[in-house]
């Protein structure tokens, strides 16, 4: 992944060519105008949605003369670099988010040189929502079905766990509580609450596609989940939070429920009657 994460910078700024260092910088650092230092933090587990994480650590060496061109290369690589698709040497895609610059700009006593700290994370799951071997709640299918047949084509419905290289446009759904409530004596519902992640490229597009999911989840007024059983979702509640991190939290909460008959033998019996006359 390291030198993944050498090329995609050297890309986006050829001055740093050859001059990404791992871990430490050279020696005669103080003899080179300006470069680089990578260094990898472990992995940090997560959720199991999202796996772990791993920080990316990229230390930017310049003189004091060069505080704008720190600048611009910052911005550059946030832009260049946050969510976007790297490719390792091993054929495996993985993306980078950018985590912010956790400390101001400081100096170098050894070199003399202004360094500026910014953090890269890589999430890594353990599991593909997408690829799961595993059987999917049958609700959680049918609102992933539903999802992947408004959004079409353009966008990656996936279920329980993101995969390890998402596609650029993205949702995963995820059932996060699971409840029942007494309707009767002969009927009781069920209730499933599901949390929706959307990844885009850009949290713009990710706010326009919650906001669009919520409203045809509200005009929905039923999700098929078995058409020759007659058997069907209710859509009870819908709510988006657009400032929810799209990997970690998600942006949407669904409630869905559905009533169901009890068995006879289970529902209650009547034991008593009493008839009161009315009396003139």
């Not at 040189?113 to 609700?139: C, H, T």
């Not at 959307?198 to 713009?204: K, P, V």
């Not at 859509?235 to 939070?241: L, M, Q, R």
């Not at 529902?267 to 008839?275: F, G, P, Q, S, T």
């Amino acid at each position: 992944m390291r030198s993944a994460v050498k090329q995609a910078i050297a890309d986006l700024i050829p001055e740093l060519e050859d001059h990404l260092y791992d871990v430490h910088p050279p020696p005669d650092g103080e003899n080179e105008p300006l470069y680089g230092v990578i260094a990898l933090g472990e992995d940090v587990w997560k959720s199991s949605w999202a796996g772990y994480r791993q920080v990316v650590r990229l230390r930017l060496y310049a003189d004091r003369s060069d505080l704008k061109l720190l600048d611009r290369w910052a911005e550059l690589l946030i832009t260049g670099l946050h969510r976007k698709r790297v490719s390792g040497t091993d054929g495996n895609a993985f993306k980078l988010h950018y985590l912010g610059v956790p400390e101001a700009d400081k100096l170098d006593s050894v070199s003399g040189k202004i360094i500026r700290l910014m953090r890269f994370g890589v999430y890594q799951p353990q599991a593909s929502g997408a690829g799961s071997n595993g059987v999917p709640d049958e609700w959680l299918q049918t609102l992933t079905d539903w999802t992947g047949d408004v959004l079409g084509d353009s966008w990656s419905i996936y279920h329980t766990a993101w995969p390890a290289g998402r596609e650029d446009h993205a949702v995963l759904w995820r059932m996060t509580n699971c409840e029942t409530k007494m309707a009767g004596a002969s009927m009781f519902e069920v209730r499933k609450t599901f949390t929706g992640h959307i990844a885009s490229l850009d949290s713009a597009d990710e706010q326009l596609m919650a906001a669009r999911l919520v409203e045809e989840l509200g005009t929905q007024v039923q999700l098929v989940l078995d058409s020759q059983e007659r058997r069907y979702l209710s859509v009870a509640e819908i709510s988006s939070d657009m400032q929810a991190d799209p990997i970690l939290d998600g942006q949407l909460k669904l409630t869905l429920a559905q009533r169901k008959m009890r068995s006879p033998e289970e529902a209650a019996l009547i034991r008593r009657v009493n008839i009161h006359p009315i009396l003139k």
